[in-house]
């Protein structure tokens, strides 16, 4: 039986009747023309699919859309501004976080969470806050030099993300 | 996806009361809230049933709050809610280093404690805590409440004594004044399924509590009464290789977790300053 949703996704509204089994990962890519959050394990492992629902971190293929009626929804669609990368995609840009990018937005996610928690973190504390994503081309060295360029520039990283 | 091509249908209770009416007048229906392992069953096809009621819009029952010494946590906390819980750090902290062992931060996120209990996993991270404080599982209906001890909550592999038209609500955990321990053994430090893990706590005598070592999680009473009547070290470690019953499955050997479980005992009663 179809459900009436109705949320914000990247800051505009967006208001679609959908199936109780559509996922939010479906919903943002096939309802919402959103590609960029990429569906990976489909089991809650690889984190390539995590957004922001009201600025927490979550894995969009462990939940449903119907689920995430009334909230706030980031993807990576909505971090640049005005054409400007994010800090955190600049990072990734200029520290080669990435060779197949398959893992990158939600790496890119997650990062931007970490950092708006935690303005300066060590080596270790970006490896805790990007345990939940995995990736299997960088070793995950160039990825953690990204988030450690970015948080240089944390004066920069806009409100999309809340602690 | 194999779960797409199905119908499905999504209760959506206001109140806690409208959603044990739910249970009552239109069950069956599995209940879901962070969705961690249950959208995970539905992909693999392992799960068959249709009808959903979805809880995690009960703020109510995200709470956690002082009862007596002890402290009452809501079936609806979440991991990180529990991890960042002043009153958990100070009252529970097993608790808070189960919970940060549990995936990464965005599981952590959406997953629940209520959620980890009913999924009823012998490898769930949070049920030796659990049974080693003594913890005590608050099930509501709509004919009432009642509450049941976690160490008799399981009756088997993924079976508990909750009745189709009950919900975990909360936990009762009474104070715990000794010392209190928490270790995860699983393939990597990130997101990995224990092989073996274990909570204990030397109030006035050593409990402990093992997973992944049996059909379900266990408390230690053989072992526990050796302790407390002064086994060595290397007693109790005989001990618990007999009282547990691990086998052998994908994740790892019984062999492997026979070891690994008296390791870590070995490893508690040192910290907690045995011989």
């Not at chain 1, 996704?9 to 939010?24: A, F, G, Q």
């Not at chain 1, 979550?58 to 993807?75: I, L, P, R, Y």
């Not at chain 1, 450690?148 to 806009?158: E, K, P």
Request: with cysteine.
């Amino acid at each position: 039986m179809p459900i009436p949703v109705r949320l914000r996704v990247n800051n505009t509204s967006c208001e679609h009747t959908v199936e109780p089994r559509v996922l939010l990962v479906h919903y943002l890519r096939d309802f919402c023309g959103l590609t960029g959050t990429h569906v990976g394990c489909e089991t809650g492992i690889c984190g390539a699919c995590t957004v922001l629902v009201d600025g927490q971190p979550v894995k969009s293929c462990t939940m449903f859309a119907v689920q995430a009626d009334g909230f706030d929804v980031t993807t990576i669609e909505g971090i640049a501004t005005n054409g400007h990368l994010h800090p955190v995609q600049q990072g990734f840009w200029d520290c080669h976080g990435l060779q197949c990018g398959f893992c990158t937005p939600g790496m890119i996610m997650a990062s931007v969470h970490l950092l708006a928690q935690n303005a300066s973190p060590s080596r270790e504390q970006i490896a805790e806050g990007l345990r939940g994503n995995l990736c299997r081309c960088t070793g995950y060295s160039h990825i953690f030099d990204a988030v450690n360029q970015a948080a240089g520039q944390s004066a920069r990283i806009t409100g999309v993300a809340r602690g | 996806m194999r779960g797409s091509i199905s119908n499905r249908r999504l209760f959506e209770p206001r109140s806690l009361r409208d959603a044990l009416r739910m249970l009552r007048d239109e069950g069956p229906l599995v209940p879901m809230a962070g969705c961690t392992d249950l959208y995970v069953s539905l992909n693999f096809g392992t799960l068959k049933d249709t009808r959903f009621l979805n809880l995690w819009r009960l703020d109510a029952l995200r709470k956690i709050e002082t009862r007596g010494a002890g402290v009452s946590i809501g079936a609806l906390a979440t991991h990180t809610n529990i991890m960042r819980s002043a009153l958990v750090g100070k009252r529970l902290p097993m608790l808070a280093a189960a919970c940060r062992e549990i995936g990464g931060v965005q599981i952590q996120n959406r997953g629940t404690l209520g959620g980890n209990v009913a999924n009823a996993s012998p490898a769930g991270d949070t049920l030796p805590v659990l049974a080693a404080a003594d913890a005590v599982v608050v099930l509501a209906s709509a004919g009432g409440i009642r509450r049941v001890p976690f160490t008799a909550f399981y009756t088997g592999y993924r079976r508990s004594v909750m009745r189709p038209d009950e919900l975990i609500v909360a936990f009762d955990i009474p104070a715990v004044h000794g010392r209190q321990w928490f270790r995860k053994v699983g393939t990597r430090a990130a997101q990995a399924i224990s092989k073996v893990v274990m909570a204990a706590c030397d109030d006035d005598r050593p409990r402990i509590a093992v997973g992944s070592v049996g059909p379900t999680v266990v408390r230690l009473p053989r072992t526990e009464a050796a302790l407390a009547s002064g086994a060595s070290i290397a007693d109790a470690r005989r001990t618990l290789v007999d009282e547990i019953t691990p086998i052998d499955d994908l994740r790892s050997t019984a062999e492997y977790r026979r070891r690994v479980a008296a390791n870590l005992l070995a490893r508690c009663l040192t910290e907690f300053g045995m011989s």
